[in-house]
């Protein structure tokens, strides 16, 4: 049995030494985080993906935490992802809290995980897919991606999630404006976490004067939570709420939206291993820097040129296939 044949039996026995081994090739080893997706990949599927993100700072990690129990209080197990956080996965710098997340990572039906940005040679969205995948291979019932609402690829790795959380808090400053650009759209549950706080409400508002700016018609209208993470007010509310969208997505739009993902990675697959094969055999032979004097000298522009090479070799091939 190869190496990589070891990992995914491994996975796929919810081995945990297996799942850390296999998150960490999909972060270092693009190639061969290939090579072991597509042995767990028939295994994957079954999974409820929760995706929670937000601003910085506005509770997103102790909201999870308080998920995960509930989660694990009525017997499903559960696996964390938090992508590039600002902030440790700790829930804060509260020792009792700290203390309360290393008892949640003993727990054998819980799988948490921080992935870094940096030095990410595939990309940070498309590791955070693959992480995913092996959760769902590992068969861990409900999955959560904790990502910081910041810019467009944050937007990407979201959407990985079947069920969107776009999580807000007063005292964050103009970071509704942040919310609105974006996040708006993609969200399924809005939730108001710190309603300890007194402005809470106006958060509330806020959310709703957005939401009403939207006139599209709609199957299911994203709910707005009040939370209080660090005492779990409000968490029930919120755990009936992401059950109730998983069952609305079960209706119909489940289907519908599995197929647009995965339309979506097939074209980026596509993309990676056309640019990859084709810029690979263009340098070797050559032209590629042939056509970059070209277009320096203004002799032809980048996306005709493209357009040339991109011939070139598909009449090359079907010369090829009739030969
Ligand atoms: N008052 C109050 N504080 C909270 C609440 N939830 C979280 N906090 C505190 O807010 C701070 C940030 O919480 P985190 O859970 O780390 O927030 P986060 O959104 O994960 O932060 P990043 O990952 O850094 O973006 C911590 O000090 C928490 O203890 C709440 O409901 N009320
Ligand atoms: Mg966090």
Request: zero cysteines.
């Given at each position: 049995?190869?190496?990589?044949?070891?990992?995914?039996?491994?996975?796929?026995?919810g081995?945990?030494r297996?799942?850390?081994?296999?998150?960490?090739?999909?972060?270092?080893?693009?190639?061969?985080?290939?090579?072991?997706?597509?042995?767990?990949?028939?295994?994957?599927?079954?999974?409820?993906?929760?995706?929670?993100t937000?601003?910085?700072?506005?509770?997103?990690?102790?909201?999870?935490?308080?998920?995960?129990?509930?989660?694990?209080?009525?017997?499903?197990?559960?696996?964390?992802?938090?992508?590039?956080?600002?902030?440790?996965?700790t829930?804060?710098?509260?020792?009792?809290?700290?203390?309360?997340?290393?008892?949640?990572?003993?727990?054998?039906?819980?799988?948490?995980?921080?992935?870094?940005?940096?030095?990410?040679?595939?990309?940070?969205?498309?590791?955070?897919?693959?992480?995913?995948?092996?959760?769902?291979?590992?068969?861990?019932?409900?999955?959560?991606?904790?990502?910081?609402?910041a810019?467009?690829?944050?937007?990407?790795?979201?959407?990985?999630?079947?069920?969107?959380?776009?999580?807000?808090?007063?005292?964050?400053?103009?970071?509704?404006?942040?919310?609105?650009?974006?996040?708006?759209?993609?969200?399924?549950?809005?939730?108001?976490?710190?309603?300890?706080?007194?402005?809470?409400?106006?958060?509330?508002?806020?959310?709703?004067?957005?939401?009403?700016?939207?006139?599209?018609?709609?199957?299911?209208?994203?709910?707005?939570?009040?939370?209080?993470?660090?005492?779990?007010?409000?968490?029930?509310?919120?755990?009936?709420?992401?059950?109730?969208?998983?069952?609305?997505?079960?209706?119909?739009?489940l289907?519908?939206?599995?197929?647009?993902?995965?339309?979506?990675?097939?074209?980026?697959?596509?993309?990676?291993q056309?640019?990859?094969?084709?810029?690979?055999?263009?340098?070797?032979?050559?032209?590629?820097?042939?056509?970059?004097?070209?277009?320096?000298?203004?002799?032809?522009?980048?996306?005709?040129?493209?357009?040339?090479?991109?011939?070139?070799?598909?009449?090359?091939?079907?010369?090829?296939?009739?030969a």
């Open positions: 049995m190869s190496k990589l044949e070891e990992i995914a039996n491994g996975v796929l026995a081995n945990r297996s799942i850390a081994r296999a998150i960490t090739i999909t972060e270092n080893t693009p190639e061969e985080a290939q090579k072991l997706i597509a042995l767990i990949y028939p295994h994957t599927g079954k999974a409820h993906i929760i995706g929670l937000g601003p910085g700072g506005a509770g997103k990690s102790t909201l999870t935490e308080k998920i995960v129990r509930e989660y694990r209080r009525v017997g499903k197990t559960v696996g964390v992802i938090a992508v590039d956080p600002t902030s440790p996965f829930g804060g710098a509260f020792l009792g809290d700290r203390i309360r997340m290393q008892e949640l990572s003993t727990d054998e039906g819980v799988f948490i995980r921080s992935m870094a940005t940096r030095n990410n040679p595939g990309g940070i969205a498309k590791a955070t897919k693959d992480a995913v995948k092996i959760l769902d291979a590992a068969g861990k019932d409900v999955i959560i991606v904790e990502t910081v609402g810019g467009q690829s944050e937007v990407e790795i979201i959407k990985v999630a079947q069920t969107i959380i776009v999580v807000h808090a007063p005292g964050l400053g103009d970071d509704i404006q942040a919310i609105k650009a974006g996040m708006m759209e993609i969200a399924d549950i809005f939730v108001v976490n710190k309603a300890d706080r007194e402005n809470a409400e106006k958060t509330v508002m806020d959310i709703q004067a957005v939401l009403q700016l939207d006139t599209r018609e709609k199957t299911w209208i994203p709910p707005i939570i009040k939370t209080v993470a660090v005492t779990g007010e409000g968490i029930p509310q919120l755990i009936e709420k992401i059950e109730e969208h998983r069952v609305f997505l079960q209706k119909g739009l289907h519908k939206r599995s197929l647009e993902k995965a339309e979506a990675e097939l074209i980026e697959a596509i993309k990676e056309v640019t990859g094969s084709i810029i690979g055999k263009l340098k070797r032979e050559r032209r590629f820097e042939k056509v970059l004097q070209q277009i320096v000298d203004r002799e032809i522009d980048p996306a005709s040129a493209a357009e040339r090479l991109l011939n070139q070799e598909l009449e090359k091939n079907s010369q090829n296939d009739e």
